[in-house]
């Protein structure tokens, strides 16, 4: 996934006072949106997930809560008037929660693919990965334009994590097609699984604290040791 580089700090230094709380409003209204989505995402997707024994529709579900702590934490640092201090407590909070989600959807998948849950056909899961996948991208977009203008690696990197649930709610929609159209309940048990490799990827990020820690060109491929955040 290419993202859009960060501005100089030099650049950064001629935003008015102004603009920068313009932005920082905005950064809040984003978040406010991604964690209202997610809590209707993650509930349809649990109850929906529960009924037809998906795996892969319980680990979206899950997978939603966490991107609601992700914006929760993005919200909760924009609320401090030095928010980076706050940020490497967010980071290993948001960490542990993918780790938990991992194990979880991991042993969930694996009763699936072992014949211990019979994966029923889902309406209501269809759709809601369709309209995820319109949507979560269209979220990401806005949330890394205005991270990168505000010169913030935290909102650039939750960007991407939203962008993440995006390719998520793909693989979760092809898994239950394949399972509704084709009879192939095993797909369920793989989309699952592709969740909980994503989600330990990301909280091992999370928990080393990469999104401070790096540089910003790692993750606006920039070629500068600047590092925005630490």
Request: charged share 15%; glycine share 6%; aromatic share 6%.
């Amino acid at each position: 996934m290419s993202t859009v580089g960060l501005p100089s700090p030099r650049l950064l230094a001629q935003l008015s006072p102004a603009r920068r709380a313009t932005l920082q409003r905005r950064i809040r209204w984003i978040v406010a949106a991604t964690i209202a989505y997610n809590v209707v995402e993650a509930i349809v997707a649990l109850s929906a997930g529960t009924v037809a024994s998906s795996a892969a529709l319980v680990g979206f579900g899950l997978d939603s809560i966490v991107e609601v702590l992700s914006a929760a934490a993005v919200a909760w640092q924009f609320s401090s008037s030095d928010p980076h201090r706050r940020e490497r407590v967010a980071l290993r909070v948001i960490a542990l929660s993918f780790f938990g989600l991992a194990a979880f959807v991991s042993v969930d998948a694996a009763r699936s693919l072992l014949g211990f849950a019979e994966v029923q056909h889902s309406t209501v899961g269809i759709v809601l990965a369709a309209v995820s996948v319109v949507i979560m991208p269209a979220f990401s977009l806005f949330e890394r334009r205005t991270g990168k203008e505000l010169g913030s690696a935290s909102a650039v990197a939750d960007s991407k994590q939203t962008l993440i649930c995006s390719y998520l709610s793909a693989a979760v929609l092809i898994g239950l097609v394949l399972n509704s159209t084709l009879g192939w309940a095993w797909a369920d048990g793989v989309a699952a699984l592709v969740i909980a490799g994503f989600a330990v990827r990301e909280g091992v990020e999370a928990w080393r604290g990469d999104a401070c820690k790096r540089p910003v060109s790692s993750l606006t491929s920039e070629n500068t040791d600047t590092c925005d955040c630490c």
